[in-house]
């Protein structure tokens, strides 16, 4: 077990025996433990702001003058695990609804204890690192007026507790945005909980959701906690919202309508209290037209659309952008750069970049790590671009056989050239090129091993 000096600990109980049981049981992770005999003295004279991480404390010790509610409200940077003498179903499900972290039963569950408080101490940690990767690594600060009224479409929607769809191109944003409004959001300092829908099949989309109970199908030999019940207090985003199939979209609008939660394998409902945000860059209306998207799901998760501008609208943000990136490739891959040649540098104003801030996140990563003694070269102009501008696209090249070969050599050939092609398409990036040519990305990160691709 790992001792965290810097955990502290406030146990709250009259009881004596209560308050000696769970120290025994925390002491192997931390000294910093204090003990106090009332709620009352706890809001009132031990708690300030931030010098407990958490409390411990026994359900029936909040009265209607100091809640469960209002302490979590009050020391938001505290969290909360009931250890009951008394374990009731109920007390466990207004108690997680309440805001506590945990409900635990004294008598069976004090072992798993230690472990539970050492993981959402880290969790913790890693939401710290979250807003300032945020502040630090995300460029808000925008003239665009298009993104500035995004951004404050974000900000007025945070506190509210509708069901947000974040549309627009991919490579927009829209994780971004999604994160954006959580660390805005009274949920900030809980988790927020990314899903992207495309990259599971229907069985496993529905236990990563839900969750699921040992042997509720083959090769569940563990019972798992669904992102769904991570989400709890926070915000759940569901990435690629188009591309889950009908039958899970009825299961998840029941979760929408009820805000309770069924792991698969179980009859036992969980009430959880999450934030909802979707994103898609399939148009969903079209989709409903098409009988692919249900009419009353999409309802649900649109309550507020708000759309992120493509990059070839921002053109007042284009310098910023450009050097923004430059200067954080310059960090991350310990180059420093003097210059840019005229045309590199005429190609990153000119471009009108279909894959948007990633594409040009990725352009200028590859222009910082081709350049030669500090200068960025017309090397780094992407491969497509140069392929492009000599009019000797993909379609070109494979249409004009000069010579016979089997048919399974020309099989691999072609398809290598079309993969490292598509892969050019979308900067490099695997999942997106497996999204579009609608394989999985370990099926595509498989040829590119065999065909020995190399992603430029
Ligand atoms: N405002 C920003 N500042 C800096 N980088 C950004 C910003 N917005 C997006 N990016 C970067 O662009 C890339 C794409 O962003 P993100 O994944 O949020 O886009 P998306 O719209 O969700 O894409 P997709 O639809 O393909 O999932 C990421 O690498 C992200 O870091």
Redesign the pocket.
């Known amino acids: 077990m790992i001792f965290i000096n810097d955990v502290k600990i406030l146990i709250i109980n009259k009881d004596t025996a209560y308050i000696n049981i769970v120290n025994n049981a925390i002491s192997i992770i931390t000294k910093h433990i204090a003990q106090c005999n009332s709620i009352e003295k706890a809001f009132n004279e031990v708690l300030n702001d931030d010098n407990f991480d958490f409390v411990i404390t026994d359900y029936n010790l909040f009265n209607k003058d100091f809640t469960m509610r209002g302490l979590i409200k009050v020391y938001p940077k505290t969290e909360l695990i009931i250890v009951a003498s008394k374990p009731l179903y109920s007390q466990g499900s207004i108690s997680i609804h309440n805001g506590a972290k945990e409900y635990m039963d004294i008598k069976s569950e004090l072992n798993s204890l230690p472990n539970k408080i050492l993981n959402i101490f880290h969790e913790k940690k890693d939401k710290t690192k979250l807003r300032e990767k945020l502040l630090n690594?995300?460029?808000?600060d925008s003239t665009s007026e298009s993104y500035n009224k995004m951004l404050s479409h974000c900000e007025k929607v945070a506190n509210t507790k509708a069901n947000i769809l974040l549309t627009?191109?991919?490579?927009?944003?829209?994780?971004?945005?999604a994160k954006y409004i959580h660390l805005c959001s009274p949920r900030s300092t809980n988790s927020f909980v990314p899903v992207?829908c495309s990259a599971f099949t229907e069985t496993l989309l529905e236990s990563e959701l839900f969750g699921h109970e040992q042997g509720s199908f083959t090769g569940a030999l563990k019972s798992k906690q669904g992102r769904f019940e991570y989400a709890n207090n926070g915000t759940l985003f569901l990435?690629?919202v188009g591309d889950i199939n009908l039958t899970t979209q009825v299961k998840l609008l029941r979760v929408l309508e009820t805000k309770k939660v069924e792991r698969l394998g179980s009859n036992t409902e969980r009430l959880i209290d999450f934030r909802l945000i979707s994103?898609t860059?399939k148009d969903l209306l079209c989709e409903v037209v098409n009988d692919k998207f249900r009419e009353d799901f999409f309802y649900r998760i649109s309550t507020i659309v708000i759309n992120?501008p493509p990059l070839r609208e921002r053109h007042d943000d284009l310098d910023k952008?450009i050097k923004?990136?430059l200067e954080k490739s310059q960090e991350e891959n310990d180059i420093k750069i003097k210059y840019i040649e005229p045309e590199p540098e005429k190609f990153l104003y000119s471009y009108n970049y279909p894959g948007?801030?990633?594409e040009l996140?990725s352009i200028i990563d590859r222009m910082v790590i081709l350049s030669v003694d500090g200068n960025i070269t017309k090397d780094g102009i992407p491969i497509l671009y140069n392929i492009k501008n000599k009019e000797n696209n993909f379609c070109k090249e494979t249409s004009s056989f000069n010579k016979i070969i089997n048919f399974k050599d020309f099989k691999i050939e072609t398809e290598s050239k079309y993969l490292e092609w598509v892969l050019s398409q979308t900067g490099g990036n695997v999942a997106?090129a497996a999204r579009k040519l609608d394989i999985s990305a370990r099926q595509l990160f498989n040829k590119i091993k065999e065909y020995n691709i190399k992603k430029s």
């Open positions: 690594h995300y460029l808000l627009g191109e991919s490579g927009t944003g829209k994780e971004v945005a992207n990435d690629e994103a860059n992120i952008l923004f990136f948007n801030i990633r996140k997106e």
